[in-house]
């Protein structure tokens, strides 16, 4: 992965679920172009994510961090503790990485998802896990280089626009940080 690049990491704020939401629906109709319904990303809602951000902002969860850079949203990392029903104790789980297409490769992502690890081991997490849809090569890629491995037996299938699309889950054990901070 290529280093972070020069991009503020902070908690979310109310003031930020607008740029977050627009930062969502972006990212969704560029990445999962050919894969989701063009019809279905071009009626998503700006309005409407900005909304289900910011309960989670008032809520605390998921735990929500944007990455700031020129003093607008470039991206943001949503994450918790892990839905899945099989998920052993202490596994917590990334509910969405999403950043403005224009930050895409240039370390952004990569800042982000350190700065979630840092909180998910200062929780004492042990593993992690998360969801990508399977024709996501972009995101797979990513989540390999950070380390994660997909499991296979995980696989599933929805509908979503019309399309019937496969995600899978990847998972990476969490080891404590090392005594040098270094997180990678």
């Not at 997909?150 to 404590?176: H, K, Q």
Request: aromatic share 8%; net charge neutral.
């Amino acid at each position: 992965m290529k280093s972070a690049a020069p991009a503020h990491i902070e908690p979310a704020a109310l003031a930020h679920c607008r740029e977050i939401a627009e930062v969502h629906v972006l990212s969704w109709q560029q990445a999962y172009a050919g894969l989701i319904s063009g019809e279905y990303l071009a009626a998503l809602s700006v309005d409407g994510r900005e909304t289900a951000w910011r309960e989670a902002v008032v809520k605390g969860a998921p735990q929500l961090l944007v990455a700031m850079a020129d003093g607008r949203v470039a991206g943001f990392v949503a994450f918790g503790p892990s839905r899945d029903k099989d998920a052993a104790p202490g596994t917590a789980e990334v509910w969405a990485l999403y950043l403005a297409p224009a930050c895409w490769s240039q370390g952004t992502g990569r800042a982000l998802w350190l700065a979630a690890l840092e909180r998910m081991r200062a929780e004492t997490c042990t593993s992690v896990s998360l969801w990508v849809l399977a024709g996501n090569e972009r995101a797979r890629r990513f989540y390999a280089a950070a380390g994660f491995t997909p499991d296979p037996a995980s696989a599933r299938e929805f509908t979503i626009g019309g399309a019937r699309v496969s995600e899978l889950r990847y998972v990476l054990a969490l080891m404590p940080a090392p005594p040098d901070g270094n997180m990678t």
